[in-house]
């Protein structure tokens, strides 16, 4: 089993969709992450998890909700978006949130709005 | 603020060309550097780090120096392949907790 995976790995949802992204982590590490990447622009961080406790908000609408029920699994769940929201979403971990620890990827959901 | 610049892309070599894909940042401090590599669909992986002055970081004949002097972490390949065709992301991270800060990344493309 590859060590972070997502599903699923695209998703076409309309406007009035309610949707979930679904991230798991097989590392045994404590601390994941959503990160928003679009076409042009540098990565940008959503969300920081650190045992199971958000820890950061990098100010992003509500339209966007996490949940992380254990260490192992972080959703996005989505509603109401903006075709302005079309990106690839990428889910990470690393074994700390402090520290110089690398973060591992999963693969990503690209996500269409229409 | 803690900020990376990296080299403008699209980056376009032929097949054994020398590669170079400039990056230097601001911070204040000493940061971790990495290198993360995204194939074509795919998430990033990290391809190397150093995390203090003078490191060298290497993996699949990709060699990175951490230099203090001129706040830089260049990435270097002495022959591309076509299978390195990715983008590649230059980025900090401080010990004491702050987040990992990325460059907009560059595309690299490797002709036969």
């Known amino acids: 089993e590859t060590g972070v995976t997502q599903t699923p790995r695209h998703l076409v949802m309309g406007m009035t969709n309610k949707k979930s992204l679904k991230c798991e982590q097989h590392?045994?590490?404590?601390?994941m992450y959503w990160y928003k990447q679009s076409a042009k622009k540098p990565l940008e961080l959503m969300f920081v998890?650190?045992?199971?406790?958000?820890?950061e908000n990098n100010s992003v609408p509500s339209r966007f909700s996490p949940e992380c029920p254990n260490s192992s699994h972080l959703f996005l769940h989505l509603h109401t978006l903006q075709p302005e929201d079309s990106a690839l979403y990428l889910c990470?971990?690393?074994?700390?949130?402090?520290?110089?620890?690398?973060?591992?990827f999963g693969p990503g959901t690209r996500l269409t709005v229409t | 603020g803690n900020s990376v610049t990296q080299m403008e892309g699209p980056v376009t070599l032929s097949e054994e060309a020398f590669l170079t894909i400039n990056c230097t940042y601001t911070?204040?401090?000493?940061?971790?550097l990495f290198w993360y590599v995204q194939y074509p669909g795919e998430g990033l992986q990290l391809l190397l780090k150093?995390?203090?002055?003078?490191d060298k970081g290497s993996n699949k004949g990709f060699e990175a120096t951490y230099r203090k002097e001129t706040t830089s972490f260049h990435l270097e390949k002495g022959s591309v392949q076509v299978s390195d065709s990715a983008v590649y992301f230059c980025?900090?991270?401080?010990?004491?907790?702050?987040?990992?800060?990325f460059g907009e990344g560059t595309q690299l493309t490797v002709n036969p």
């Open positions: 980025a900090l991270l401080f010990h004491s907790g702050s987040r990992l800060t």
């Open positions: 990470a971990s690393s074994q700390d949130q402090w520290g110089s620890y690398e973060q591992y």
């Open positions: 998890y650190s045992l199971e406790e958000r820890v």
């Open positions: 911070a204040t401090g000493y940061p971790s």
């Open positions: 590392l045994g590490h404590n601390a």
């Open positions: 150093a995390t203090k002055a003078d």
